[in-house]
């Protein structure tokens, strides 16, 4: 089994970006020394970089820290806290004066931005006694509670089909009111009669006591009861679906208990940014949030949709007519999630009905027009988390107004910057004048500067 190998990111962090390097054991660089933005793109390029850094070296751990220079770290910091979901990070925040003293005590001469990154990871590796990593995932007591109430309702739906099997013979009238499921009531009712035999003894004003069970339904039970062609009648089925109803039950109540308390311990913004949509409620948006974890992970929308599955494949079999499809790539789980808001998001948000209606009234299945709007939801949740922002209608008819966007690209420092210089960054006024003095001069033609000009006659 190969060893685990330790790396070592020192992160300088600047007003609007911050310098990386990554060193081994030895204090040689492993990774040179690269830039980025303090923004959602260069977020997004740094978890692409260490994805990469660790396909190129498995089995490694990464031990990152930034200074504590008054809150300009936070956002680095987050994010890598965010990437340990993924990544085999540890992160610290170190004090500037330590840092400071290890680069002293190395009789180093120069400082630049380049060099504090590489001081910081020195001083991991110098000194690893007196740092402190946190190992903490925002989302990991609720990722355990999600996993547990997943594995009950999985049993339960198990016990739920093996139940259906066994009324089959049982009392198979009873399946005419459990087509789209086994509703409370029915099991109330298998617990006290379990077959039909034993519903057709009873009397329409006891079973009537039942919840959701009317005296007109409770006559037509025992009326369809005692014309049931029921084949098992044995005190071994009786004893079979009373226990089955009774397990179901009791699963029931502890997912219902645990759901509960996940909705009051799911006090993260990004829930409650999830949950400003209609048709996502604080299940769904958790389960969302467990599966995109940070989206620095996905640099496009795109990147997310195939994550869930959604982007379209060229599909042909055989002779038969090759069509675009659904790919259903990727975790089936976040699929499943976003197909119930999808649901929920049709029947009570205007917006989408609007949306689905119309794909309808152009000849696609529903299941067709469905996928349509789970795309379409996803593109708006991707929108909302980027940007911060809760669901607002009048922007998304904005964006769909939209027919194209031009995109202006900045010649990169191919020997630092992994970058393009973004104008969003929350830089100084001095960097923003340096970025502005570079634009200008790359953006000079060489011919009016002089350099090649002709020489006079």
């Not at 003293?101 to 931005?113: E, F, H, I, P, V």
Request: overall charge positive; some cysteine; proline content about 5%.
């Amino acid at each position: 089994m190969q060893n685990t190998k330790n790396y070592y990111l020192g992160i300088d962090v600047s007003k609007g970006y911050a310098d990386f390097v990554i060193l081994d054991a030895q204090k040689q660089p492993v990774e040179e020394n690269f830039q980025l933005d303090d923004t959602f793109e260069g977020h997004a390029l740094l978890y692409e970089k260490l994805s990469q850094f660790f396909k190129d070296h498995p089995q490694s751990i990464i031990y990152a820290a930034v200074e504590s220079t008054g809150g300009y770290e936070n956002n680095w910091f987050n994010s890598l806290r965010k990437f340990q979901a993924t990544l085999n990070i540890r992160i610290a925040r170190l004090n500037p004066l330590g840092v400071s003293a290890n680069s002293k005590a190395g009789l180093k001469q120069n400082l630049t931005d380049k060099i504090s990154a590489q001081n910081i990871a020195e001083y991991l590796i110098a000194h690893p006694e007196k740092v402190s990593y946190q190992q903490q995932d925002p989302f990991l007591s609720l990722r355990k509670q999600w996993n547990f109430v997943k594995m009950l309702t999985k049993q339960s739906t198990q016990l739920l089909n093996q139940l259906q099997f066994l009324l089959y013979t049982a009392f198979p009238e009873i399946l005419v009111y459990c087509k789209w499921g086994i509703p409370e009531w029915v099991l109330n009712l298998l617990k006290r009669y379990p077959t039909a035999p034993n519903l057709a003894k009873a009397k329409a004003k006891t079973i009537a006591q039942i919840p959701y069970i009317s005296r007109e339904r409770a006559k037509e039970l025992i009326a369809s009861a005692q014309k049931s062609v029921a084949s098992a009648t044995d005190t071994v089925t009786q004893e079979l679906i009373v226990s089955m109803v009774k397990q179901i039950l009791q699963l029931k109540k502890v997912i219902q208990l645990q759901t509960k308390v996940m909705e009051k311990a799911c006090c993260f913004p990004e829930v409650k940014l999830l949950k400003t949509f209609p048709g996502i409620s604080n299940y769904s948006a958790l389960g969302l949030m467990l599966e995109i974890q940070t989206l620095e992970r996905f640099p496009s929308v795109k990147k997310l949709a195939s994550f869930f599955g959604l982007h379209p494949v060229y599909k042909i079999s055989g002779d038969g007519v090759g069509a675009f499809r659904m790919s259903k790539q990727g975790r089936k789980e976040p699929r499943c999630i976003l197909f119930m808001v999808t649901i929920t998001a049709i029947a009570h948000n205007p917006y989408l009905r609007s949306i689905y209606n119309r794909y309808l009234q152009r000849g696609m299945e529903k299941m067709v027009a469905i996928g349509i709007c789970m795309h379409k939801i996803l593109r708006i949740i991707y929108g909302m988390l980027k940007h911060n922002q809760p669901f607002d209608l009048e922007i998304d008819r904005k964006n769909v107004e939209k027919s194209f966007t031009v995109k202006f690209r900045v010649q990169r420092d191919k020997s630092r910057r992994l970058q393009a210089y973004d104008p969003r960054a929350p830089i100084s006024r001095r960097q923003t004048k340096k970025r502005e003095e570079r634009r200008k001069s790359q953006g000079d033609q060489v011919a009016v500067s002089g350099i090649i000009a002709p020489v006079p006659l």
